[in-house]
């Protein structure tokens, strides 16, 4: 008798253990599934566009999730390789070098901008897109200079639109911006420390998509 209550106590430890050790249906479920965006980024004459940078921004009502970031590679293509969780999403895409800011930086938005939409579901789990540059924003580049000595001088460089958006960049000689083409923008030059800082205005500039100038703004000290 002691040897078969023995048994019955061994047996069913071991079905506890198997029990244990199996994940249940509600831990299954809630283990999150990843889906998959890709796609190729273009210019706005449609030519594929390498080393651009691919934002996808989740579109859900109470999502707080920074967006996503992805590079094109030589061909123009992109793919989220960590996966994504499923959702909705919208997709940005940019490259600073070639004047073509961050659609999502308010300087730089363009409300007649439609951004391609893409929904990842569990019976849809992948999407493919084509993802179009805005347009190119204006570049003006130059130095800060002495106005008597045209020595290069080292400060700040601020700029706003009439809507209050703006940057401050520092200047160590030389700089380069990309200023939001069709609006009025006012430029500010910072010289000396925070505490004892003078402000130097510059004329407003209205600019073109893609137009370049070269501007040296002359200060006197």
């Given amino acids: 008798m002691k040897q078969l209550v023995a048994l019955i106590v061994v047996a069913g430890s071991?079905?506890?253990?198997?029990?244990?050790?199996?994940?249940?249906?509600?831990?299954?479920?809630?283990?999150?599934?990843?889906?998959?965006?890709?796609?190729?980024?273009?210019?706005?004459?449609?030519?594929?566009?390498?080393?651009?940078?691919?934002?996808?921004?989740?579109?859900?009502?109470?999502?707080?999730?920074?967006?996503?970031?992805?590079?094109?590679?030589?061909?123009?293509?992109?793919?989220?390789?960590?996966?994504?969780?499923?959702?909705?999403?919208k997709l940005y895409s940019a490259k600073y070098a070639d004047g073509y800011p961050d659609p999502l930086?308010?300087?730089?938005?363009?409300?007649?901008?439609?951004?391609?939409?893409?929904?990842?579901?569990?019976?849809?789990?992948?999407?493919?897109?084509?993802?179009?540059?805005?347009?190119?924003?204006?570049?003006?580049a130059g130095r800060i200079v002495d106005a008597n000595t045209g020595e290069a001088l080292t400060?700040?460089?601020?700029?706003?639109?009439?809507?209050?958006h703006g940057h401050s960049v520092p200047v160590n000689g030389s700089y380069r911006i990309l200023v939001p083409p069709g609006k009025d923008v006012t430029m500010i030059v910072e010289l000396g420390p925070r505490s004892e800082r003078s402000l130097v205005p510059v004329a407003p500039l209205h600019l073109d998509p893609g137009q370049y100038v070269n501007l040296d703004i002359p200060v006197n000290r």
């Fill in 105 to 140: 930086d308010n300087v730089y938005a363009d409300s007649k901008m439609e951004a391609p939409k893409v929904e990842l579901t569990e019976s849809h789990p992948s999407a493919t897109s084509t993802v179009r540059l805005g347009q190119k924003a204006a570049i003006v």
């Fill in 155 to 164: 400060g700040r460089l601020a700029f706003m639109d009439g809507e209050g």
């Fill in 14 to 89: 071991l079905f506890a253990h198997s029990q244990n050790s199996q994940p249940s249906a509600a831990a299954q479920s809630a283990k999150p599934t990843l889906g998959e965006i890709k796609g190729i980024v273009t210019d706005p004459s449609g030519k594929p566009v390498s080393f651009a940078t691919v934002y996808a921004v989740a579109q859900d009502l109470f999502s707080d999730a920074l967006p996503l970031s992805a590079k094109t590679d030589r061909d123009g293509a992109f793919g989220f390789r960590e996966g994504v969780p499923l959702g909705t999403y």
